[in-house]
């Protein structure tokens, strides 16, 4: 018994020295008594976006009032055209079983139509000062997923934005989570879910999280477990004053917001820098 005590003391040191040597400090990782604001699907939630979530003119809005952050939605069609829209489908169609032409004629609030990765990044390249907040959504299979990684990359370096410094990645799909940390282990990813402890994506290259309010209202020691080993932490979908006062006691890093009017205030008030 006392040699089984010896063997996984051991053990377990060598857990805790292999979290060590994963520790890296993502270029988003900032001190305590800061937050950045990220704009829930651009500022869109005001007349110069027309209320339109995901809309090039929300992402337009989100940079011109200097947020942090304006997060996004990606969806890829059948013939591999990346779509900016938060549900899987639209109009009764999935994205991913038919083809763009059946979806670019679509207008969403503000009478745009749905924007391409195109329209939206060349929107995203003309404000480097603003994280784009890339989410990558969840595919029906590994290969589709495959393909909306490597197409993502591949238009990020066409606009000059495949940089640590100007996008990172968010994702509800650990493969893909996952995966864009092995293919871009220098940029910020954070896993979306909620089910897992730092130090488990962090074993598994993530080296960020982006959880529910909910989840740190119920694990508010993750924020600081998280910091410790150097990720950063991102809270989601915070549009309340007192959501937003406990984001702030839990030292969260980064608040994603529908009402990112509403947070700077909030922020300002309680003595806490606006990361921009």
């Not at 006392?2 to 857990?15: M, N, P, R, T, Y």
């Not at 995203?124 to 990359?153: C, F, H, R, W």
């Not at 006062?245 to 509403?262: K, S």
Request: proline share 3%.
């Amino acid at each position: 018994m006392k040699v089984f005590k010896i063997v996984l003391a051991l053990a377990l040191c060598g857990v805790v020295a292999a979290l060590a040597l994963r520790k890296t400090e993502s270029t988003a990782v900032i001190e305590k008594g800061k937050m950045g604001i990220v704009a829930h699907r651009g500022f869109w939630n005001c007349e110069e976006a027309g209320y339109a979530r995901n809309s090039v003119a929300a992402l337009r809005c989100a940079q011109e009032n200097g947020f942090w952050g304006s997060e996004f939605d990606v969806n890829i069609t059948a013939d591999s055209v990346l779509l900016v829209f938060h549900d899987d489908n639209v109009a009764g169609k999935k994205f991913s079983e038919h083809p763009y032409s059946e979806f670019k004629d679509i207008v969403i609030e503000n009478g745009e139509t749905i924007p391409t990765i195109d329209q939206y990044l060349e929107q995203g390249a003309k404000y480097p000062e603003t994280m784009l907040v890339y989410e990558l959504k969840p595919q029906s299979s590994v290969e589709i997923e495959d393909a909306l990684v490597n197409l993502s990359i591949e238009k990020l370096k066409e606009y000059n934005i495949l940089n640590p410094k100007r996008v990172m990645f968010i994702s509800f799909s650990y493969y893909m989570t996952c995966k864009v940390a092995e293919l871009l282990p220098d940029f910020t990813v954070q896993y979306l879910s909620g089910s897992k402890e730092p130090k488990d994506l962090l074993a598994d290259g993530v080296n960020g999280l982006d959880y529910a309010h909910g989840v740190f209202v119920n694990h508010p020691e993750w924020a600081e477990q998280a910091r410790e080993l150097g990720m950063t932490t991102n809270i989601w979908t915070v549009n309340t004053e007192d959501y937003m006062l406990q984001a702030i006691d839990f030292g969260i890093m980064y608040i994603t917001t529908d009402c990112p009017l509403d947070a700077r205030r909030v922020i300002k008030e309680n003595g806490v820098k606006e990361v921009r």
